[in-house]
Nanobody, 120 residues
């Protein structure tokens, strides 16, 4: 799998919504589980969600469960993150990463990130 490019971030008020997208190049996107991870100011990378290669199973960190939804379109080589009921503590740079919760660090493959700022 080649390059990962995130988009869709921005400034949103608390309670608002955003949809992040990740475009993957290469022919192997459909082979791998994928994750979304984020990095808040002054903090390390935090895994928040993953999805199996076929999209049949998803998992979420407690901090986003019930508010965020991960999905993928293998025909388009796209990964998505629908974020609802956003909170100021969701402010971070969001990255899509190759691999599941247990494997993404080992692959070491993620994009340049997209900034999400939740503020009134």
């Amino acid at each position: 799998q080649g390059q990962l490019v995130e988009s869709g971030g921005g400034l949103v008020q608390p309670g608002g919504s955003l949809r992040l997208s990740c475009a993957a190049s290469g022919a192997t996107f459909r082979i791998y589980a994928m994750s979304w991870v984020r990095q808040a100011p002054g903090k390390g990378l935090e895994w928040i969600s993953d999805i199996t290669n076929g999209g049949g199973s998803t998992a979420y960190a407690d901090s986003v469960k019930g508010r965020f939804t991960i999905s993928r379109d293998n025909a388009k080589n796209r990964l998505y993150l629908q974020m609802n009921s956003l909170k100021p503590e969701d402010t971070a740079v969001y990255y899509c990463a190759k691999g599941s919760r247990d494997g993404w660090r080992g692959y070491g493959t993620w994009g340049q990130g997209t900034q999400v700022t939740v503020s009134s």
